[in-house]
């Protein structure tokens, strides 16, 4: 690799550390999603941990996997002078693993996360003392601004998954999927506003996606905010030749980051005592809870 090829490879690594940094498993809530919460994670660099990540997220693999050849039992794929061609299964596991580079001649799957949309258990009937105690965050950028209350908790699997890394001035996503029974109930855009806010509190100020290339793939991302990256986009954003994740058949997107969606907290007392919210408005009641952010 050309010494200025090697320099940008370093400059990639430290821009990354601030994705690495935000402590993986804390789950957040997510702003004008009150039963919705969304978490990173990080799988280990290994082979017991893209099984647990094919076995938390089946439906993001098996997106991309479908109808493709996998690599054929036994024979090992480096990253560098590789016996033949890397498949897409390859490609996701070293993703979701974040496989480092071993030599400046490898692919860098280096640095990536997986980010997830989850179903929110909010009790019907909440037990004593459940809105006694705030529950510390350990993560003070990302979610509501005040501690939960109570303590958040997933209802079930993940219902989208999208795999994010850190470059120089954007964030990367090359693979986002949804569970084939949740499409077209609006939990892409759920987690779209979770990388977002993600990207927001890195200071990144523009997303790069990878697409399908096909019309209604691409027609979709529109819809989300995406536009269709030429090569002048993509120089004009700093991108430069080996900073992406890419794969045949696709085509790279970019958005924006929006600015963020106000909270507004609204907090009560107990019956009888007048409390002001945030927003200066008197309200009368028991317990504390988010409210919706105005559309």
């Known amino acids: 690799m050309s010494e200025s090829k090697g320099v940008r490879r370093e400059e990639l690594r430290a821009a990354r550390r601030a994705l690495e940094a935000l402590p993986p498993g804390e789950i957040n809530e997510l702003v004008g999603r009150p039963l919705l919460l969304y978490e990173i994670r990080r799988y280990p660099r290994s082979k017991e941990g893209a099984k647990a990540a094919?076995?938390?997220?089946?439906?993001?693999?098996k997106a991309f996997e479908t109808g493709q050849a996998p690599p054929?039992?036994?024979?090992?794929?480096?990253?560098?002078?590789?016996?033949?061609?890397?498949?897409?299964?390859?490609?996701?596991?070293?993703?979701?693993?974040?496989?480092?580079?071993?030599?400046?001649e490898e692919l860098d799957f280096g640095g990536f996360r997986v980010i997830v949309l989850l179903p929110?258990?909010?009790?019907?009937?909440?037990?004593?003392?459940?809105?006694?105690?705030?529950?510390?965050?350990?993560?003070?950028v990302l979610g509501a601004p005040r501690n939960p209350l109570p303590l958040l908790?997933?209802?079930?699997?993940?219902?989208?998954?999208?795999?994010?890394r850190v470059g120089v001035g954007f964030l990367e996503v090359p693979f986002f999927a949804?569970?084939?029974?949740?499409?077209?109930?609006?939990?892409?855009?759920?987690?779209?506003?979770?990388?977002?806010?993600?990207a927001r509190a890195l200071a990144l100020p523009y997303l790069l996606?990878?697409?399908?290339?096909?019309?209604?793939?691409?027609?979709?991302?529109?819809?989300?905010?995406?536009?269709?990256?030429?090569?002048?986009?993509?120089?004009?954003l700093?991108?430069?030749?080996?900073?992406?994740?890419?794969?045949?058949?696709?085509v790279q997107m970019h958005k924006v980051v929006p600015p963020a969606r106000a909270w507004r907290s609204l907090v009560a007392a107990e019956a009888g005592a007048a409390v002001?919210?945030?927003?200066?408005?008197?309200?009368h009641g028991a317990g504390i809870a988010p409210a919706l952010p105005p559309d």
Request: a negative charge.
């Open 120 to 140: 929110r258990f909010k009790p019907g009937w909440p037990p004593p003392g459940a809105y006694e105690d705030e529950a510390p965050k350990r993560c003070k």
């Open 178 to 198: 949804t569970q084939e029974t949740r499409r077209n109930r609006g939990f892409g855009r759920a987690l779209l506003e979770a990388i977002e806010e993600v």
């Open 72 to 104: 054929a039992r036994g024979v090992v794929t480096s990253l560098v002078d590789a016996p033949r061609a890397a498949t897409i299964h390859e490609y996701l596991d070293w993703t979701v693993t974040a496989e480092e580079a071993s030599t400046d």
């Open 153 to 164: 908790m997933p209802n079930g699997k993940p219902i989208c998954a999208a795999t994010i």
């Open 276 to 283: 002001l919210a945030e927003n200066g408005a008197a309200a």
């Open 238 to 250: 700093g991108v430069q030749p080996g900073d992406l994740l890419h794969m045949d058949n696709t």
């Open 209 to 236: 996606l990878c697409s399908t290339d096909d019309p209604v793939t691409r027609n979709t991302w529109r819809a989300l905010g995406f536009c269709l990256s030429s090569e002048q986009d993509l120089r004009a």
């Open 54 to 61: 094919r076995s938390d997220l089946p439906f993001l693999f």
